[in-house]
């Protein structure tokens, strides 16, 4: 059974960093593809970045490219987002989902296998 586990949310001010980890285990990731999505209120999951265990690619929402950085560490099985200068608007609930086998449609909700639990961020203005 493939469990993901979040950590690094918070309470921060505009223009601050933060750094998020998604830890997974249960099995072998090397065709897998790690992404993370974000909810806010009243509003639909979307998603932020992603990346492919294999090579590294890296994919980004346009509202995160040159602020937010995915990284992975394959030996830990773990993936990183590294956020900063962060906004308001950057405010919701934030999700690192596995999709086992890497596809093209690695912006897509459905396309992902396994979901964390969520890790809240606020950013105050």
């Known amino acids: 059974q493939v469990q993901l586990v979040e950590s690094g949310g918070g309470l921060v001010q505009a223009g601050d960093s933060l750094r998020l980890s998604c830890a997974a285990s249960?099995?072998?990731?090397?065709?897998?593809?790690m992404g993370w999505f974000r909810q806010a209120p009243g509003k639909e999951r979307e998603f932020v970045a992603s990346?492919?265990?294999?090579?590294?690619?890296?994919y980004y929402a346009d509202s995160v490219k040159g602020r937010f950085t995915i990284s992975r560490d394959n030996a830990k099985n773990t993936v990183y987002l590294q956020m900063n200068s962060l906004k308001p608007e950057d405010t919701a609930v934030y999700y690192c989902?596995?999709?086992?086998?890497?596809?093209?449609?690695?912006?897509?909700?459905?396309?992902?296998?396994?979901w964390g639990q969520g890790t809240q961020v606020t950013v105050s203005s």
């Open positions: 990346i492919k265990f294999s090579d590294g690619r890296t």
């Open positions: 989902a596995l999709d086992i086998y890497y596809s093209d449609t690695y912006y897509s909700t459905p396309s992902y296998d396994y």
């Open positions: 249960g099995r072998t990731f090397s065709r897998s593809i």
